[in-house]
């Protein structure tokens, strides 16, 4: 039992992807799963979080054994300078364009979740008001340079949401017998479902925190001589931090299959989903799902910038210690753009949502691949190469988003009309 607190004590990195992860896009494409299919989706959400498990495990044992990141170990392995500069292009612009649409869409999630729990903020001048707000907490803790500083925030934000939305859940008073045959019915009810399932599995498998739980992971247990104890707390560390943030998904799911579907309504976004609570559970519900939004927002307003500095820095060779001058210029990039693009486009914050989801479904395939050539590399991760069945597994994870991603073409393409002409 001692052992086992012990472990507890060293959770981190697992916290940080499920803070990640459970940002705005996962509480929209929640809350209309639940809206629009009830409790039907519930295993597509289960699904997902296996694969986050599969893929961020790899990840972490990755940054333990090597002590590297991801971006640092692709150097490590590409040696050819052609192909060093080819990796970087790739991985700089990937993790780029995805996490500045990202960090716009954490931004205006939390601009929503403050607007639907305080309605009298809620006009186009709040919302520049409330991204500036939201932009400088995030630039001040990402500026402090403390990586246990970041992860305690963050850890402390998961908690937060999940005691939220399992509060706000278990008030809407669901048919629990329905939420099981949700689980395990693997059922799409129709065509139009498979998009939603597209973008329940797109928004919590990120391919930005594979870089962010390497880099992690290897801060984390840098002084650790024993490799063995630095895996076994890795794992437990994923099970815990990122079955809790599945959890908390399943929970928003729940909450909306009990609520608007049941009543036939629907909704496409998490603030329309906090406001339509009103009338059903009271004023506190609404407030307390507006608390969840502004949590997720924040809590991927740091993740996002951290994770492109940790992958950028990585992949040109450059210091990853979060006090260095250039690892700060990336996040600041990424942080600032999100802030110039809420205050500036004219496009809704679910359309900015929408359309971060989408580009996720062709960052993952790339990320996927990269990650596994260098988990089988003996001379990197020595004898903590993957295993013949793990190496299945995460083919098979790569292949349903490679899927995805086909399928998401057309979505990709309306989205980004949508932002880019939102009057259209």
């Not at 992860?21 to 009830?38: D, L, M, Q, R």
């Amino acid at each position: 039992m001692s052992n086992f607190k012990t472990r507890l004590k060293n959770i981190g990195p697992g916290a940080l992807v499920a803070a990640a992860f459970i940002g705005p896009g996962t509480v929209t494409s929640c809350s209309t799963s639940g809206a629009n299919y009830g409790y039907t989706l519930l295993w597509a959400m289960l699904l997902s979080v296996i694969s986050v498990i599969i893929m961020q495990s790899m990840a972490a044992r990755l940054g333990i054994v090597s002590k590297m990141g991801l971006g640092q170990a692709l150097r490590e392995k590409f040696q050819n300078p052609v192909v060093r500069i080819l990796l970087a292009i790739l991985v700089i612009a990937a993790v780029f364009v995805g996490n500045i649409a990202y960090e716009t869409g954490n931004i205006s999630g939390s601009v929503l979740g403050v607007q639907a729990a305080i309605p009298a903020l809620n006009s186009p001048t709040m919302k520049i008001v409330l991204a500036l707000i939201i932009g400088i907490i995030g630039f001040v803790l990402l500026w402090s340079g403390s990586y246990m500083y970041i992860e305690k925030f963050l850890t402390a934000l998961v908690v937060i949401m999940g005691v939220v939305f399992f509060i706000t859940a278990f008030a809407a008073k669901p048919n629990w017998g329905e939420v099981f045959t949700g689980l395990v019915g693997f059922k799409a009810p129709d065509g139009s479902s498979w998009m939603t399932i597209a973008a329940l599995m797109g928004t919590t498998v990120v391919p930005y925190n594979i870089y962010l739980h390497a880099s992690s992971a290897a801060k984390k247990w840098a002084n650790d001589a024993n490799v063995e104890e630095g895996l076994a707390n890795s794992r437990l560390d994923s099970i815990i931090s990122i079955g809790l943030g599945g959890l908390i998904s399943m929970a928003i799911i729940v909450c909306a299959g009990a609520t608007m579907h049941v009543n036939g309504t629907t909704i496409t976004s998490g603030g329309e989903m906090a406001q339509s609570l009103e009338p059903l559970l009271g004023s506190w519900a609404t407030i307390f799902f507006g608390i969840g939004l502004f949590a997720a927002g924040i809590s991927s307003t740091i993740t996002a910038p951290l994770a492109a500095a940790f992958a950028s820095t990585g992949i040109l060779g450059w210091s990853d210690d979060m006090k260095d001058k250039k690892f700060k210029i990336f996040w600041i990039i990424v942080v600032l753009f999100g802030i110039f693009a809420v205050c500036t486009l004219g496009a809704s914050p679910t359309q900015i949502i929408l359309f971060a989801q989408a580009a996720n479904a062709f960052l993952l395939p790339i990320t996927g691949i990269l990650l596994l050539v260098v988990a089988n590399d003996k001379k990197i991760m020595k004898e903590y190469v993957n295993k013949t069945w793990f190496n299945v597994l995460v083919v098979l994870v790569i292949v349903v988003f490679l899927v995805i991603a086909a399928r998401n073409m057309s979505a990709f393409m309306t989205s980004l009309n949508a932002l880019l002409h939102p009057a259209a």
